[in-house]
Nanobody
Framework: QVTLVESGGGSVQAGDSLRLSCGLF????????MAWFRQAPGKERQFVAH????????DYADSVKGRFTIIRDNDKNMVYLQMNSLKSEDTAVYYC????????????WGQGTQVTVSS
């Protein structure tokens, strides 16, 4: 059974940086598409970034391009989200997601980690 565990959330000021971590247990990240999503209060969950087994297949939401970077570490079975130049509108619960091997749909989700950015 695959389990995802996120960490690294917190409360920061606008302009600060945070690095979220997502560990995958019960499997490996190598052949999966891994992603970060977020959900702000009263809003639907939205895509933030994803990466898969082909390095060129990395994409970001327009709202975070140039500020966020998704990083995969196959050796550690981890995926990270480096968030720089944070804005108040980045405040949300951030979720890590994973597909099954070579799949497109996300089958596994973490419990979420809260990021709060004060202006």
């Amino acid at each position: 059974q695959v389990t995802l565990v996120e960490s690294g959330g917190g409360s920061v000021q606008a302009g600060d940086s945070l690095r979220l971590s997502c560990g995958l247990f019960g499997g490996d990240v190598t052949r999966r598409q891994m992603a970060w999503f977020r959900q702000a209060p009263g809003k639907e969950r939205q895509f933030v970034a994803h990466t898969n087994w082909r390095p060129e297949n990395t994409d970001y939401a327009d709202s975070v391009k140039g500020r966020f970077t998704i990083i995969r570490d196959n050796d550690k079975n981890m995926v990270y989200l480096q968030m720089n130049s944070l804005k108040s509108e980045d405040t949300a619960v951030y979720y890590c997601a994973a597909t099954m091997a070579f799949a497109a749909e996300y089958s596994y989700w973490g419990q979420g980690t809260q990021v709060t950015v004060s202006s």
